[in-house]
DNA sequence: AAGTAGCACTCACCGTTCCCGAGTGCCAAT
DNA sequence: ATTGGCACTCGGGAACGGTGAGTGCTACTT
């Protein structure tokens, strides 16, 4: 028994059944493809295919379609991410050159990324755990309002205001922006911490205090629920299937409003070792995802540890190694023009 | 003949319809309701109702449904929006209360209304077109990045950097923003382009064309494309719907990502004199919300023209009264919120 | 004139039946 | 190991008829 050319029945099958949504037989697989045998061979190694659980057929006397597991084997073994063409590079690339801030290059990438894949793109904003500081600016509004701007080194801004305990002194609030200033600089928001535990003396109480809730609130972003954002985009793909996907899009919906739900699944996908990493059906670990896969890559960091991620959601019947191709491609050019 | 009871039985219709998603004929009609008259005059009724154009029968012999000109009275004549309960207010007031900053806010409010009226909510940025300047701050980057933020009345922030011809000088760059902030303060940004004019004497030329290209990028924010946000949510909502509204999602999807089809929609309806203005279903003026409803209301100001407005996105068949006390109700919080 | 009762008519919907053919599994032959 | 052959399964579509909700019309009542 040839295991290799089971593989290819498996991968002809996953190829067939992606481009036409139906079940494949044995007759239409050796009609498709140059398989050198006869519909009987195939219909062995189909058999031992499904005993293998990588393939399943809907009822008796229909063809089969691939499970989970047999998608899983075809990411994994049978395919290899192929270089887009070089106008879809030269595209990708202008179209993300025009962008004129942070919020705008997430925005075209997430919309490129849908319009190229027909499928929901979801981009992940850069982590402002894992960010530098470029800068923070301290602007008094008001008698006792202070409004705290954060500033990365990907261009992302946060802001924040605080209620002070009393009126704000001008000459307080600049020197506490010149120190800040100095400090911060190039530093992780998580080193933030220890910074300024050396200034007691320095300042007196009630300004040491300010300082002190400066740094809360800088902290206190780092938690909150905007750092790490997720855009979507393409929802419309999802109704474009023609099998009855489109029926049972609700719980999909309702999953991709969770942004909780992504979030859990994109930190897990920064786990893998692999540029693009893929969870497939039931792997999403989330019920109203099982029809679906989720291809992601990371980006934003030339060298090891990606800032966030950048990934697209489609039925599990999707072009795994086209998507996969778009995906990684976006999330390259994305780590080029930030660093530029 | 009646006309007072015609309009009974259409909004009787209407009410049916809208609880059932099934088209109501005359037996069921007299039998939910109390007309008074047999279902014979009732079918009368229905037929001059017909000819009227208000309500149609998806085939013969079975009821009728409510055309879009049908809602269009029903929603104009034959309703009054009926205040929400107490406990409903205090639920909307004390979530909306806990947010901590403009996006949080606009987050929270379209969360709560979709989830109020089980549709697609919709809420708009503030316009910073109309907003009032509370703050303009200065922030050199690195040598010649200089970073500009805007915080207006509604706490919104806005930023962006331009880089300047010459190395910035420090004393300058705080002249600067001494002279606008004294200036800025309540303005709104469309005026701003008259109000440093006179200051040709007072600076070098090189400091007058930085000033210059300080207000040339505050206007240049006015016309960008975040200018006009729209935030959405529970597009979940739309697979909900019991009947085959749900099989035709894509358009309704594809045109809700149109962001620009939106804001159409929204600045049309800001002509409306009405507190909450409705848009049924073709009046809409897009083929793919040509099964939809759209109820929105101003927010933001408590005097006449508001910043910006809030809605929720229906199937045409959605409970009126209810979605528009709702879409009212959170609009007022809103404004009450941000003036806070 | 407005309302009602009665009645013939229409037609979507549902369940039944039937047939077709794609697809399978198995077996004997190569 | 591969193949041709064959009996078997079963989903899906077409044809069919009955049912009942609903209508429009007409003749009668108030």
Redesign the interface.
């Given at each position: 028994m040839s295991d290799e050319r089971r593989m290819d029945v498996l991968r002809a099958i996953v190829e067939d059944y992606v481009a036409t949504s139906e079940p494949v037989g044995s007759r239409a697989l050796v009609e498709r493809h140059s398989l050198g045998v006869s519909s009987a061979t195939i219909r062995n190694d189909m058999a031992a295919l499904e005993d293998s659980g990588y393939i399943a057929q809907p009822h008796t006397s229909a063809g089969r379609i691939p499970t989970d597991r047999g998608y899983r084997v075809f990411v994994d073994r049978l395919t290899t991410v192929k270089p887009l063409s070089a106008p879809e590079k030269r595209a990708i690339s202008a179209f993300l050159e025009d962008a004129?801030?942070l919020?705008?290059v997430v925005d075209r990438s997430v919309r490129l990324l849908a319009q190229l894949t027909h499928q929901v793109a979801v981009v992940q904003y850069p982590s402002l755990r894992r960010s530098t500081l470029?800068?923070v600016?301290l602007?008094p509004?008001g008698q006792r309002q202070l409004?705290v701007?954060l500033?990365t080194d990907t261009g992302r801004?946060e802001?924040?205001?605080l209620e002070a305990a009393r009126d704000l002194d001008e000459v307080v609030v600049a020197q506490l922006r010149a120190t800040l200033a100095a400090r911060v600089a190039g530093r992780r928001i998580a080193e933030l911490a220890g910074l300024v535990d050396d200034l007691a003396e320095q300042y007196s109480a009630d300004d040491l205090a300010l300082l002190r809730r400066v740094v809360a609130v800088v902290e206190e972003t780092l938690h909150?629920?905007?750092e790490e954002r997720v855009v979507l985009?393409?929802?419309?793909n999802?109704?474009?299937s023609k099998d009855d996907f489109?029926?049972s899009?609700?719980?999909v919906?309702?999953a991709?409003?969770e942004q909780v739900v992504l979030m859990r699944l994109l930190s897990d996908m920064a786990e893998d070792s692999a540029t693009v990493s893929v969870r497939i059906g039931h792997e999403t670990q989330h019920d109203g995802l099982v029809s679906t896969s989720f291809v992601t890559s990371g980006y934003g960091d030339e060298s090891g540890a990606a800032v966030a991620r950048v990934g697209a959601i489609g039925p599990t019947r999707m072009d795994y190694p086209a998507t996969m191709a778009t995906v990684r491609a976006v999330a390259r050019y994305l780590t080029r023009i930030l660093a530029g």
């Open positions: 004129v801030d919020d705008d470029r800068h600016e602007v509004v409004l701007v500033i801004v802001q924040r205001t909150q629920e905007s985009a393409g929802t419309a999802l109704a474009r489109a029926r899009l609700g719980p919906l309702e991709l409003e």
